[in-house]
């Protein structure tokens, strides 16, 4: 916390020979023994916040633009924005600058840490691939399978540069590729990932078929059937069906809501189990969206390297940050190839086009004869267009406007939430991602609620999904991944009956 001086910093003097500007009022009143000047701009900015000038997550001046607007000492503008930052309104991001933070949501709690059993198990992922969550059709919202609308998908750019391919580059596009994918597409991986704060080279990288394949062939790479992998609990409920598959049994580790998995507790169960392999959504998790903070991940990584434990790093999220730059991967920690990254163009382009990658660290070679195994190399043509796409600066615009777009609808989504769900009702806090996770009050069923929402045609993903054992049973995750429409806020109202229909 930042303690306050009783009299406001330095101040510069008017210039002489302009015309007044606000910064003048703001000075003339100040002399006149108003409020220290520093706290007069924090006034002023705090109602362009109000008055949506600023938006959550956007940039506020830096202490050279306010220096500049108000004609003041960096100290005041320095003081103004702590003023902004204590009353909570702004928060500072290292390097980069203070973003207006998310209005509280109004009376959601968050919920507790997960506190999961701890020990090893089997894994039952049947309700997994039972459940219908609402998948297919991008036209379609839907509140229970991560996916995004159409409108977040860059189509005509997309469409576009899958045709050149295909005209200009037909050879490459229908033959056999080698299991490492083209080579376009990995350069471009490769200079991407310094974003994420890792440096590989293009031959770091295999393209896979999606994540999902990418984390399916890192978990087959580093495990033996009857192992045991190290999982956040809450987890991804498609980890479950890749460990169940595999024959794995899977130890679950408490999580914290914003912060992700627990790192004492990873500790001691690395130190008293045989555990083969941890597997993580590091960054915006799903369901929780719980994003862990660098020093953790660097510490994650001291723990890895201690017992020489593998870690499958999912990150199909990492570039959604609401605002900010983005989080950094647990690889940018990793020294000693300890790390198999997977990434994906699903969440970010086009999941259709199926467009994944691992980084496996020291287990390339294994991961690249998995590949060829099971299905030689991922079709070349969506990969060359996905190159284009990204190298052409196309990419970076798409980001910055479907960021905004997630930020927007995770707000909505939680104001109507909070709207429509009993007063009791807990709810994460995601800054990035599409994924919502709830606490549903008074112990109602989230397998019963998802049934009675689908009599009623909405969608939902119940809480046990997200467990090998069948925990979480009065939890449910919400897909917030839909540009809001008065549909939205109408299958919320009416799940926010159902669950208030079923409180015990
Ligand atoms: C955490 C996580 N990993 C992987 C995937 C699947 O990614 P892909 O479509 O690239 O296979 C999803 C999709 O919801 C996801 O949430």
Known sequence: MHSWPHSGPAQSGPEAGRCPTEADTVRRVSAAGAAPLYEQIADTLQAHIRSGVYRPGDRVPSVRKLREQHRVSVATALAALQVLENRGLVAARPQSGHYVRAPDRLHLREPEPSTPPGVACHVDASLAVTLNLGIGDPHEPTLGAA????????VDALNRLLGQALRFQPSACHSYDAPPGTLALRQTVARRGLDAGYAVSPDDVVITSG??????????????????VA????????????????????????????????LDQLADVLRTEPVAAVALVPTYANPTGSCMPDAAKARLVRLLETHDVPLVEDDVYGDLAFSGPRPRAVKAFDRRGL?????????????????????????????QLLKLVVNQATAPAPQLAIAAFVDGGGFDRHLRRVRRMYRDQMDATLRAVSRHFPPQTCATRPDGGHVLWLQLPDGVDALELHGAAAAAGIRIAP?????????????VRLNTGFPWRPSTERQIEHLGHLVTARRR
């Open 147 to 154: 996916v995004q609308g159409i409108e977040l998908v860059p």
């Open 211 to 228: 994540a999902k394949e990418a984390v399916y062939l890192s978990i087959r790479a580093v495990t033996r059937p009857g192992d045991t």
């Open 231 to 262: 999982i956040e609990s809450p987890t991804y409920y498609a980890l479950l069906e890749v460990l169940a598959s595999l024959g794995l049994r899977a130890v679950e580790i408490a999580s914290h809501p914003r912060h992700g998995i627990d």
């Open 339 to 367: 790390v198999l990254y997977c990434g994906s163009y699903s969440k970010t382009l086009s999941p259709g086009l199926r467009v994944g990658w691992a980084i496996p660290g020291r287990y390339r070679d294994q991961l």
């Open 463 to 475: 809480g046990p999904m997200f467990s090998p054992s069948g925990g979480y049973r009065d939890f």
